[in-house]
C-alpha cells in the first residue's frame, strides 16, 4: 500500500471558521509532511514532523495549527484564515527524514485538499 | 541553501517530437527527483536519482543526473499527449527539506 489518503477533497470556509485538514498513510513512515501550492506554483513546504515530533515549521501563520496525533495520522487545523490561503494543501510522508547515506528518502503525496477561503 | 532551477518553464511540442527538460540546482544536492502533476491533481514520483551518472527510464521518459555539473535532465522520446503535465525537480537538501523547481508545463499537441 504506498498510498497516502488526504479528507475532506475540497473545503469552503468563511474567515471567521475553524476547520480541519487530516491525512493519513498505513506504509510505516515515519516522516510527515504539510505542503502548501497555489495555482500554477510549486508545492512550498509548510511543516515536517520525524516520529510525531514537529521537526521543521517553516514560519507558517499561527492561524495554521498542525498536530501528528500518532505515525500514521497528521492533521491540519485551520482557524481565522485569509483568502489568500485558498490554495492546494497536500500532505506527503517519506520513510524517514533521511536513509542511512543521509539522502532524503523519497516523498510520496497524496491527493490534496483544494481550499477555498471566502 | 539550496535553489533549484528548471528551464524550459513552458514547453510546446509535437506529438512523435523529442526534448529535454532542464534541472539545475545550486548546491551538492544528495540526490535528485522529478515528479509529474496533472492539473488539479497531487505529485505523482517518476524518478529518483541516486549518484553521479545515474540514468533511469520508464516508457518515453528518461533522467540523468550530472552531480558534478549541478545537472539533471528530463529526456523525452517521441512524445505523446498523455505525457502533457506539469513536471517537477527536487533536490534533497540532506534529508531536511525537499526543494522543488519552478515546474516545466508540457503541452504536447497532436
Known amino acids: 500500500d504506498t498510498e497516502v489518503t488526504q479528507t475532506p477533497k475540497h473545503l469552503v470556509m468563511g474567515m471567521t471558521n475553524k476547520k480541519s485538514l487530516k491525512c493519513e498513510q498505513h506504509m510505516g513512515h515515519r516522516a510527515m509532511y504539510w505542503y502548501k501550492q497555489k495555482a500554477k506554483k510549486p508545492p512550498e513546504l509548510m511543516f515536517v514532523y520525524s516520529y510525531e515530533k514537529l521537526s521543521i515549521n517553516e514560519s507558517v501563520p499561527s492561524r495554521f495549527s498542525p498536530e501528528c496525533p500518532n505515525s500514521s495520522l497528521l492533521n491540519l487545523h485551520l482557524h481565522a484564515l485569509q483568502p489568500e490561503d485558498s490554495a492546494l494543501y497536500l500532505c506527503a510522508s517519506s520513510q524517514g527524514l533521511m536513509d542511512v547515506w543521509g539522502g532524503a528518502h523519497t516523498q510520496y503525496f497524496g491527493p490534496g485538499t483544494r481550499l477555498t477561503v471566502l | 541553501e539550496l535553489k533549484v532551477e528548471q528551464n524550459p518553464l513552458f514547453l510546446s511540442m509535437q506529438e512523435g517530437k523529442n526534448y529535454t527538460i532542464y534541472c539545475n540546482y545550486s548546491?551538492?544536492?544528495?540526490?535528485l527527483y522529478w515528479y509529474r502533476q496533472d492539473p488539479g491533481k497531487s505529485l505523482e514520483s517518476l524518478f529518483v536519482?541516486?549518484?553521479?551518472?545515474a540514468v533511469k527510464q520508464e516508457g518515453r521518459l528518461m533522467a540523468s543526473l550530472d552531480t558534478k555539473a549541478r545537472l539533471s535532465t528530463l529526456h523525452i522520446t517521441a512524445a505523446v499527449h498523455d505525457l502533457s503535465a506539469t513536471y517537477f525537480c527536487a533536490g534533497g537538501d540532506y534529508g531536511q527539506n525537499f526543494v522543488f523547481g519552478p515546474g516545466t508545463r508540457l503541452s504536447v499537441l497532436p
Open positions: 536519482l541516486l549518484s553521479n551518472g
Open positions: 548546491t551538492t544536492s544528495d540526490r
